[in-house]
């Protein structure tokens, strides 16, 4: 707005010109009284376009500095809405919100490290197991073998040293499985 007013003061300032321009061409120069006149309508219309374009520029003047007033404080009440509306809303809530979120995640961290190391455990007792079967099944297996192609070649007495060995075998790990 202030500078559409400013913009009328320069057109208003060029039209009392141009107005005064023109009756200052009509006069007749060897006539003193209407030469007179001729400048007086010229001061009067450029008077008049200076008047224009003054009040013009001190109302845009004057606009910019309400516009400016109200501007600041219509931003001051919107502030002041924006505490108002703030204020209403626990701010703590999102920090108490966090504190628990944080909180139960350390849980579930602690919770998944006692699952891991109880699976670690039974994995390793089931594997000891299995191992120790199939170590047992195998001497089992040798010396019934080792009996059977024994009593076919009539070696009996040798494989009868395989057994034992095999039977204290056995226990050795039957014992370390226990134990």
Not at 90 to 104: F, M, N, P
């Amino acid at each position: 707005m202030p500078g559409v007013l400013t913009g009328f003061g320069i057109i208003g300032t060029f039209l009392g010109l141009i107005q005064g321009l023109h009756s200052f061409a009509s006069i007749q120069l060897g006539n003193s009284q209407a030469t007179q006149l001729g400048l007086q309508d010229l001061m009067n219309s450029v008077s008049c376009a200076f008047i224009v374009s003054t009040a013009a520029i001190v109302s845009a003047i004057l606009i910019t500095i309400v516009e400016k007033y109200l501007i600041k404080a219509l931003t001051a009440d919107v502030q002041e809405l924006v505490q108002t509306i703030d204020q209403l809303y626990d701010a703590g809530a999102s920090e108490d919100y966090l504190a628990r979120l944080v909180k139960a995640t350390e849980d579930s961290s602690a919770q998944t490290r006692v699952l891991k190391d109880a699976l670690v455990q039974e994995l390793g007792d089931l594997l000891r197991e299995l191992t120790a079967a199939q170590i047992k099944a195998s001497i089992e297996n040798t010396g019934a073998l080792g009996t059977t192609i024994g009593q076919s070649m009539g070696l009996e007495l040798v494989f009868g040293k395989v057994r034992r060995h095999a039977r204290t075998a056995s226990y050795f790990l039957n014992s370390k499985k226990d134990g």
